[in-house]
């Protein structure tokens, strides 16, 4: 595995310059062929491809990755480029950027708002000619200001540039989970339909109190873009979403007296009582007790 631990190290794999230390702009049609092969980054990365060419895989899954395409790496991620071993001439262009420049920062406070960092396969962004124009434009005010001369302004206006690529970004993931709105559908049709046997199976007792991760895994998508589609589509978390089902299952069960509230919440996924009354409290504003007392 090869790991792209520096900015310049990744620059000179593709026969590019290193205009800075920190951030580059990568032209990949100026690399030679090289094999294809897995690889970590130490840094972030946007990167568009001009043409399909090869599948990328981040843990075990694919990339929907084709031309006018656009994925983002954060530090750390393995990702394994298909067929290993096999020649191939890179395409596109990589805008590379080391966590250093934008400590201190307001998007070095927010960076993790950018979900789309941590998204999988078939999360990729897919552009329209007029958004790719603008990601264009983007990168080419980076690449003007990244090969001037550094002085006391060039780190403000450098992570201002990339900062306004991020929130495009946002803005054109938007668009598309509308565009793309009778997919998501169905992913939330199964999404609830998974909820409701997951709450009214054995599951809630064997497993505890679901999980965002779980039903994300169960349905093939990273857990951020499975929240942001959730969040979409329902106007709510997917967290809040559960939660709301949770509670509307522990309402019902709590007018049956026959049981003590202690054995409802260990059939609500509980491992303490006390984890139920103080959750139930919180989003219902009466404990357990109180509630149904009110029967």
Known sequence: MIIYDTIKKYSETFNNKTLHPLINLVDLNKSAPLKRTKFMLGFYAIIIKETHCGDLRYGNKYYDY?????VFFAPGQVITNEPEGELHQPYGKALIFHPDLIKGTSLGKQIHDYSFFSYQSNEALHLSDREREIVNTCFGNITTEIGQNIDRHSKKLIV???????????????????????VNQGVIEQFEQLLNEY??????????????????????????????LVKKETGKSALEYIQMHLIDLAKERIFDTSKSLS?????????????????FKQKV????????GLN
């Open 285 to 292: 504003g009466v404990s357990p007790n109180e509630y149904r």
């Open 199 to 228: 709450l009214v199976g054995d599951q809630l007792k064997t497993s505890g109190v679901p999980t965002v991760a779980y039903f994300a895994d169960q349905l093939h998508l990273s857990a951020n873009y499975f929240g942001d």
């Open 66 to 70: 084709a031309k006018g395409t656009v």
């Open 263 to 279: 054995e409802i919440s260990y059939e609500l996924g509980f491992k303490y009582p006390q984890h139920f009354t103080r959750f």
């Open 160 to 182: 201002a540039n990339l900062e306004l690529l991020l929130k495009y970004c946002l803005r054109f993931y938007d668009r598309q989970f509308i565009t793309r709105e009778h």
